[in-house]
């Protein structure tokens, strides 16, 4: 049983670039999360999908960042127009559905913005 | 002051020795996880517990909920225990939040 895949495990974009991460979550996970771990910073909840819906989008910046989790294939955290403040290490994580449930964290994607 | 307070930030310790982590939390929770994180790599879940004390191998993770405090022990710590711990509150919604994470570092 596969873990939360995510890829690519680093990424490398010049400024004005997009950015596209990738997160599978584990086999039976309908719930996704991704958080932010800025260098020298602890992590932060960035969204939290089910599939097909946003359940809770408040540590997104208002700007540039979207994500999605489509009913087939990966979630997708997306970029726009990276600048360097975008420089991090990108987690996901995922959880079966319910209330109170253990989440499980990927490998991270780590983004640098030259 | 930040939601979840992590003690002490930095942590020196011989091998063998019995080490102790401290988390405390502000915010009403609905459970609280123990993550562990090597230098440069992933996220580990130790634990997660709403109640009581839950043991895995050497280490132990309790949790009071009225005093809104939890601790993570390491039982014969060894130099492979070398990481960052970071306690996580779930609040309602399943939401994680972050202490500063516990720098430890165990000697041989």
């Known amino acids: 049983n596969a873990g939360v895949m995510q890829n690519p495990r680093h990424l490398v974009r010049r400024r004005g670039q997009e950015a596209r991460l990738r997160c599978s979550p584990m086999?039976?996970?309908?719930?996704v999360y991704w958080y932010r771990q800025l260098p020298e910073e602890g992590l932060k909840f960035m969204v939290y999908?089910?599939?097909?819906?946003?359940?809770?989008e408040s540590g997104m910046p208002k700007e540039r960042f979207s994500a999605e989790f489509p009913k087939e294939g990966p979630s997708i955290l997306r970029i726009q127009q990276v600048v360097r403040g975008d420089s991090a290490a990108y987690f996901c994580?995922?959880?079966?559905?319910?209330?109170?449930?253990?989440?499980?964290f990927g490998p991270g994607t780590r983004l640098t913005v030259l | 002051k930040n939601e979840v307070e992590q003690s002490p930030q930095n942590l020196t310790a011989q091998e063998g020795e019995f080490i102790t982590i401290n988390c405390s939390y502000s915010?009403?929770?609905?459970?609280l996880h123990w993550l562990q994180q090597h230098p440069g790599g992933g996220i580990v879940s130790l634990f997660m517990?709403?109640?009581g004390k839950k043991k895995h191998g050497r280490l132990i993770a309790t949790i009071n909920i009225q005093e809104k405090h939890s601790s993570l022990h390491i039982t014969a710590s060894h130099p492979r225990d070398s990481a960052v711990y970071i306690c996580?509150?779930?609040?309602?919604?399943?939401?994680?939040?972050f202490g500063a994470g516990t720098i430890l570092r165990v000697k041989s």
């Open positions: 994580a995922s959880s079966t559905s319910g209330t109170v449930n253990e989440q499980f």
């Open positions: 517990l709403s109640s």
């Open positions: 999908l089910q599939k097909e819906n946003i359940i809770d």
């Open positions: 086999k039976g996970h309908s719930h």
């Open positions: 996580a509150v779930m609040e309602y919604g399943n939401k994680l939040v």
């Open positions: 915010v009403g929770i609905s459970a």
